[in-house]
């Protein structure tokens, strides 16, 4: 079992940067790998980025690529999202998911087991 909490939203200026945080509860962080995903008024939730188990891999959407970063922190079980050059289509609700994975590279876009509760992002014009 792995409990979410995401912190870091907020209102922010077209251009502005975000830096979102995920921690962790339970033992077992470093199995999971970690994603990202928005959900806008109306919209279905979809993949916006997520690093591997060992943070060594990571994949991003393309309306992200160049603007976001995620990274984790084992040692603190701590996933984080840096968000720049934020435009208002990136206000949304942001959750972090958790999914075990067997493979050390693994970065999934999908089937993700645990989710925080979110963190609402809204980019002003």
């Known amino acids: 079992q792995v409990q979410l909490v995401e912190s870091g939203g907020g209102l922010v200026q077209t251009g502005g940067s975000l830096r979102l945080s995920c921690a962790a509860s339970?033992?077992?962080?470093?199995?999971?790998?970690m994603g990202w995903f928005s959900q806008a008024p109306g919209k279905e939730r979809e993949f916006v980025a997520v690093?591997?188990?060992?943070?060594?891999?990571?994949a991003y959407a393309d309306s992200v690529k160049g603007r976001f970063t995620i990274s984790r922190d084992n040692a603190k079980n701590t996933v984080y999202l840096q968000m720049n050059s934020l435009n208002p289509e990136d206000t949304a609700i942001y959750y972090c998911?958790?999914?075990?994975?067997?493979?050390?590279?693994?970065?999934?876009?999908?089937?993700?087991?645990?989710w925080g509760q979110g963190t609402q992002v809204t980019v002003s014009s």
């Open positions: 339970g033992r077992t962080f470093s199995n999971h790998a």
């Open positions: 690093i591997s188990r060992g943070g060594g891999s990571t």
């Open positions: 998911a958790a999914r075990p994975t067997t493979l050390y590279t693994a970065c999934p876009r999908s089937g993700y087991d645990y």
